[in-house]
């Protein structure tokens, strides 16, 4: 089946700092990929998405590379704010299924200090 | 164009009663997603629906819970006979059919 994993967190920056956050993935077909956030009291938010292959999901300084040779897609952000505090939920939907559900990792909690 | 609106925000219910969590999806949205979110894990996809149909309820428990996605007003999430366990955020997501989809804010259940 499908699955997802995300490196073990939580994960606590300086401000300005270099993020990286890991991310495996298992799926049968070509799945799409996503990376969400959630901030405190608060749903998902789609932070970017890539579709296939070596595409590069980009939003709010974040990016994420589809790397199928070694089915990850890892997020990657220059520098960190204050602001970034949340936790990220790396997910895969299974494009070739009849719907699209998603699966999450379990999620990595990120604070950022001033 | 109002976002994918879920409520209450909070419930508390206590052992044994019924917990009815609704959630309205965006404008034009026909496809309604529930996920669970148990503390300190990621989200687990309970039930697909379209107007009127369930599509894939492989995330459901067997027992206690049903969902339904009427021709008319939201999608309802309902647990019967509640018990601790149950406590969690459900989450409610609609899209349109392509990938990536957007969520409400969910509703925090407690059982006392």
């Known amino acids: 089946g499908n699955s997802v994993t995300q490196m073990e967190g939580p994960v606590t920056l300086s401000e300005e700092a270099f993020l990286t956050i890991n991310c495996t993935y298992t799926?049968?077909?070509?799945?799409?990929l996503f990376w969400y956030v959630q901030y405190p009291g608060e749903g998902l938010q789609l932070l970017l998405k890539a579709t296939k292959a070596d595409d590069k999901g980009s939003n709010k300084g974040f990016e994420a590379t589809y790397r199928k040779e070694t089915t990850s897609f890892h997020l990657e952000k220059g520098s960190v704010q204050v602001s970034d505090s949340a936790v990220y939920f790396c997910a895969l939907s299974d494009a070739t299924g009849a719907n699209s559900k998603l699966t999450f990792g379990k999620g990595i909690t990120l604070s950022v200090r001033p | 164009n109002a976002g994918v609106m879920q409520n209450p925000r909070h419930l508390v219910r206590r052992r044994g009663q019924e917990a009815r969590l609704r959630c309205s999806p965006m404008?034009?949205?026909?496809?309604v997603y529930w996920y669970r979110q148990l503390p300190e894990e990621g989200l687990k996809f309970m039930v697909y629906?379209?107007?009127?149909?369930?599509?894939?309820e492989s995330g459901m428990p067997k027992e206690r819970f049903s969902a339904e996605f009427p021709k008319e007003g939201p999608s309802i999430l309902r647990i019967q006979q509640v018990v601790r366990g149950d406590s969690a955020a459900y989450f409610c997501a609609s899209s349109q059919g392509a990938p990536g989809y957007t969520f409400g804010s969910g509703t925090r259940l407690t059982v006392v």
């Open positions: 799926a049968t077909g070509y799945p799409s």
């Open positions: 629906l379209q107007k009127e149909n369930i599509i894939d």
């Open positions: 404008k034009g949205h026909s496809h």
